[in-house]
């Protein structure tokens, strides 16, 4: 990839308050298994998932401590998914927005 191309991070508001089971949807169209890990900025246990050139992370959108969301563009949501990717579709990015049934896309932009 060239600097040219360029990335792209997106976020999409995931309709369920269950972080297991949006890692499930996740796991679901990805084919790929979810790495289960803990951050505190990162609203404590998370999931990220990695391709060659895609990762997505689902995360809860509260800080430990404080209460807050983690990422404010989806504020409102309880679980948040991120993809950090090429700027050109991909698989990922083309399933998570077709799936409008369980995610809502609430930012892309890039990086």
Do not use: C, H
Not at 10 to 30: M, Q
Not at 54 to 75: F, H, L, Q, T
């Amino acid at each position: 990839m060239t600097e040219e191309q360029g990335r792209l991070y997106s976020i999409f508001g995931a309709n369920s308050s269950s972080l297991e089971e949006v890692r499930s949807w996740v796991e679901e169209f990805s084919g790929a298994t979810g790495e289960e890990d803990e951050s505190d900025g990162l609203g404590g246990v998370y999931y990220t998932f990695t391709s060659k050139n895609e990762e997505i992370r689902v995360i809860k959108n509260e800080d430990v401590y404080d209460g807050e969301p983690v990422v404010d563009a989806g504020s409102e949501w309880k679980i948040v998914v991120t993809l950090a990717g090429p700027s050109t579709d991909t698989a990922w990015l083309e399933a998570l927005k077709k799936a409008t049934e369980r995610f809502t896309p609430l930012l892309t932009e890039p990086y």
